[in-house]
C-alpha cells in the first residue's frame, strides 16, 4: 500500500512540475493576435490565391493590420477582391487607400497553328513545364506559347481556356481577377498582367521572340522582328526595342493606335476598340460626287420651274 501511495505522489509531482513548466513557457512565449486581424480577414475573398503576394488571406490580413499601425497600407492590393474590398479594409482600419486601376491577364503570343507550324511532335509528360525543360517545343519558336494548359490548371477562378483552333490560351475578362497564378505557371512568360484600359481598351506586342528579324519570322509569321518602325511612329515615347524585340509601356500609351498600323508583321494588336469604317476608294467617292452634283441640278430645276 505505501508503494502505491507513493507512486501516487510522486506522478503527482511530476504532473505539478510539468503543468508548471508549460504555464510558465505558455505565459512567456504567448503570441497575441490583434483581434483586427480576424475582422480584415472576413473582409477579404477568401480566395488564398497569392496574388497579392503573400502565402493567403490570413497574411494579407496581417500585413494590412501592420501597415495600418506604421501610418500605410499603400502598395497593398487584392486583386480579386479589388478597389471595393480595400476601401473596406480601408475603413475599418481607419485609414485612406489610393485608387488602382484594374488589370487583366494578357497572353502576348499570336502563334496560332496557322502563323506558327509545327514541325515535330512530343510524347513526353504534357505540361508546358516538362515540354520546356526538354527543348523549343513542336515549333521553331523557342518562345512562344507551348499550348499544355499549366494556365489554365493554375486559374483558380476559370477564366483562362486554351482554344482549340488555335491552341492559345484565351483569357475572360469579366473572370479574370488579375491574380497573377497564370503568369507565375507559364514558363516562358508570354502571361503579362497589365492595364484594362479606358473602355477595356489595349495596345501591346503580342510576341516574346527575341530571335533576330530572318529567324523569329521563319518561325512564326507574325513575330515581331524588332525592326523599329514602331517606336519610330510613337509620338508618346511608350515603346522600346530591346533584345529584337518591341514592348509597349501602358503607362505612356496613348492608345493612338499608329503602331499597330505601323507594324509590318502584325505582332501589334489592339483590343475592344471599334471598327473603323473602310475608307471610300477613288471611284466611289467620285459616285458621291456625281450623285451629289445630280441632286443639286435636280434641285435647281425645280426651283426655276417654279420661278
Known amino acids: 500500500m505505501n508503494f502505491i501511495l507513493l ?63 506604421s501610418g500605410s497600407i499603400d502598395g497593398l492590393l487584392c486583386p480579386v477582391g479589388g478597389q471595393e474590398t480595400m476601401k473596406r479594409v480601408a475603413d475599418l482600419l481607419g485609414m485612406t487607400v489610393s485608387e488602382t486601376k484594374p488589370r487583366v491577364a494578357v497572353v502576348r503570343c499570336n502563334g496560332t497553328c496557322e502563323h506558327r507550324p509545327r514541325v515535330t511532335g512530343y510524347s513526353g509528360l504534357r505540361t508546358c513545364a516538362a515540354m520546356n525543360a526538354a527543348g523549343a517545343g513542336e515549333t521553331l519558336c523557342g518562345y512562344g506559347c507551348l499550348g499544355c494548359g499549366d494556365c489554365v490548371k493554375a486559374c483558380a477562378f476559370d477564366a483562362i481556356h486554351i482554344n482549340p483552333d488555335t491552341m492559345l490560351p484565351e483569357v475572360d475578362e469579366e473572370k479574370c481577377t488579375a491574380c497573377g497564378g497564370c503568369v507565375k505557371a507559364c514558363p516562358r512568360h508570354i502571361i503579362e498582367l497589365r492595364d484594362k484600359g479606358p473602355k477595356g481598351r489595349r495596345v501591346y506586342v503580342q510576341c516574346v521572340n527575341k530571335d533576330k528579324g530572318a529567324v523569329a519570322r521563319k518561325a512564326c509569321e507574325v513575330a515581331c522582328i524588332g525592326c523599329g518602325k514602331c517606336q519610330k511612329v510613337c509620338k508618346f515615347d511608350a515603346i522600346t526595342v ?26 501589334i494588336v489592339k483590343v475592344n476598340f471599334p471598327v473603323r469604317k473602310p475608307k471610300p476608294t477613288v471611284e466611289a467617292a467620285s459616285e458621291v460626287v456625281t450623285v451629289a452634283k445630280e441632286q443639286d441640278n435636280k434641285v435647281e430645276n425645280k426651283e426655276e420651274k417654279e420661278a
Open 7 to 69: 507512486a501516487v505522489i510522486v506522478l503527482g509531482a511530476i504532473a505539478f512540475v510539468a503543468a508548471l513548466i508549460l504555464y510558465v513557457c505558455a505565459k512567456k512565449f504567448a503570441v497575441h493576435e490583434d483581434h483586427r486581424v480576424g475582422e480584415v480577414q472576413s473582409l477579404l475573398p477568401g480566395a488564398n490565391c497569392g496574388g497579392c503576394g503573400f502565402a493567403g488571406c490570413a497574411a494579407m490580413a496581417g500585413a494590412l493590420v501592420k501597415g495600418a499601425d
Open 242 to 267: 530591346e533584345n529584337n524585340l518591341s514592348y509597349i509601356d501602358y503607362n505612356k500609351c496613348r492608345l493612338c493606335t499608329k503602331c499597330v498600323d505601323e507594324c509590318p508583321t502584325g505582332a
